[in-house]
């Protein structure tokens, strides 16, 4: 059926600022990683698509690898983005990375100019695009001078393939320095894309920091801790969970004991403030102001609608914030 989306769709999505750009991002945006593979049904991605833009997420983020098979990802939007997304085009924010293995040889992975430039024109001519807002290296290549990786990211750029450049997966020192090389080129560090949750705050030290300095915006991947952080474990691992599949995306031996205390403590204060885990989760990496926009993922459509609904709560008392802190900190 002829997709035509909602009238209302920007009507309850909130959009911030991303550090000191004239880029706005929802505060919610979908990423790609999981479960939009060459294995995963094409009309189910086709309907999270569609319901995430009908509620305001206007942003896809995806990378060269994202599968499985890695590419299939962007094959599988290029064909919906076709169908569905092309006459909204200038609606969308379209992101991809380069960096993690890709094909054979000394030039399938790392932050050499020819790996950078070469995966971005194959993940353009995947998803059927003339250019991507955003494009970012995937991680440090400690093989390669930062230098060089950035001046991939600024040609890229120059030749009107992306919009924006960013980093994702540097720590603070990495980002800074990143940061002061595409200044000098001339093409500001948009963006950082970090993993962070409530099990994983790592970029409060230092990185945030960084961040501010640089003018710099962050989306962070994996909030919910890959579902880890939300009601599906509360009564134990369901069967068609990560956990108790052959993905690598989550561990049954993550789920300890220790863990579902907390677990079970953070619920019962999401409770308190109507909502479930996952929405005072995701309100909570959102809190201050310091991230620009949480990226999730979804293996259903009622996933996606249960994140958004965060944005109905975004605010914690200063008394909830010292009982998440005791909780995460025992």
């Given at each position: 059926m002829?997709y035509?989306?909602?009238?209302e769709?920007?009507s309850?999505?909130?959009?911030?600022?991303?550090?000191n750009s004239?880029?706005?991002?929802?505060?919610?945006?979908l990423?790609?990683?999981?479960?939009?593979?060459?294995?995963?049904?094409l009309?189910?991605?086709?309907?999270?698509?569609r319901?995430?833009f009908?509620?305001?997420i206007t942003?896809?983020?995806?990378?060269?690898?994202?599968?499985?098979?890695?590419?299939?990802a962007?094959?599988?939007?290029?064909?919906l983005?076709?169908?569905d997304?092309?006459?909204?085009?200038?609606?969308l924010?379209?992101s991809t990375?380069?960096?993690?293995l890709?094909?054979?040889?000394?030039y399938?992975?790392?932050?050499?100019?020819?790996?950078?430039?070469?995966?971005?024109d194959?993940s353009?001519?995947?998803?059927?695009l003339d250019?991507?807002d955003?494009?970012y290296?995937?991680?440090c290549?400690?093989e390669?001078?930062?230098?060089?990786?950035?001046?991939?990211?600024?040609l890229a750029v120059?030749?009107?393939k992306?919009?924006?450049?960013g980093?994702?997966?540097?720590?603070?020192?990495?980002?800074k320095?990143?940061a002061?090389?595409?200044?000098?080129?001339?093409?500001?560090?948009?963006?950082?894309?970090?993993?962070y949750?409530?099990f994983d705050r790592?970029?409060?030290?230092?990185?945030?920091?960084v961040?501010?300095?640089e003018g710099?915006?962050?989306i962070?991947?994996?909030?919910l801790?890959k579902?880890?952080?939300t009601?599906r474990?509360?009564t134990?691992?369901?069967?068609d969970?990560r956990?108790?599949?052959?993905s690598?995306?989550l561990?049954v031996?993550?789920?300890?004991?220790e863990?579902?205390?907390?677990?079970?403590?953070?619920n019962?204060i999401?409770l308190?403030?109507?909502?479930?885990l996952?929405?005072?989760?995701i309100?909570?990496v959102?809190?201050?102001?310091k991230?620009t926009s949480a990226?999730?993922g979804?293996?259903?459509?009622?996933q996606i609608?249960?994140?958004?609904?965060?944005l109905k709560?975004?605010d914690?008392?200063?008394?909830?914030l010292l009982?998440?802190e005791e909780?995460l900190s025992f």
């Amino acid at each position: 059926m002829y997709y035509v989306p909602k009238n209302e769709r920007y009507s309850n999505m909130k959009y911030t600022r991303c550090g000191n750009s004239g880029l706005k991002l929802p505060v919610i945006s979908l990423g790609l990683w999981q479960n939009y593979g060459g294995i995963h049904a094409l009309e189910t991605q086709r309907e999270m698509l569609r319901r995430a833009f009908d509620l305001g997420i206007t942003h896809f983020d995806l990378a060269n690898n994202y599968g499985p098979p890695p590419g299939t990802a962007e094959e599988n939007f290029g064909s919906l983005f076709k169908a569905d997304f092309k006459p909204y085009r200038d609606e969308l924010i379209l992101s991809t990375k380069a960096g993690n293995l890709m094909w054979e040889g000394p030039y399938g992975d790392g932050g050499s100019k020819k790996h950078i430039i070469t995966s971005l024109d194959q993940s353009l001519k995947r998803m059927g695009l003339d250019y991507v807002d955003i494009f970012y290296s995937h991680r440090c290549d400690p093989e390669t001078p930062m230098e060089e990786t950035m001046r991939a990211l600024d040609l890229a750029v120059r030749q009107g393939k992306a919009l924006y450049v960013g980093v994702s997966n540097y720590n603070a020192e990495q980002t800074k320095q990143a940061a002061g090389i595409l200044k000098e080129l001339g093409t500001p560090c948009l963006i950082h894309q970090p993993k962070y949750n409530m099990f994983d705050r790592w970029i409060e030290n230092e990185l945030q920091d960084v961040l501010e300095e640089e003018g710099m915006g962050s989306i962070v991947f994996s909030p919910l801790a890959k579902g880890l952080l939300t009601s599906r474990y509360l009564t134990g691992i369901p069967a068609d969970s990560r956990a108790a599949s052959a993905s690598r995306a989550l561990s049954v031996n993550a789920i300890t004991d220790e863990v579902m205390s907390k677990i079970i403590r953070l619920n019962a204060i999401a409770l308190e403030r109507d909502q479930s885990l996952s929405q005072m989760v995701i309100a909570w990496v959102l809190r201050e102001g310091k991230v620009t926009s949480a990226l999730i993922g979804a293996s259903k459509v009622s996933q996606i609608e249960d994140n958004v609904r965060a944005l109905k709560n975004l605010d914690f008392s200063q008394e909830e914030l010292l009982r998440i802190e005791e909780i995460l900190s025992f």
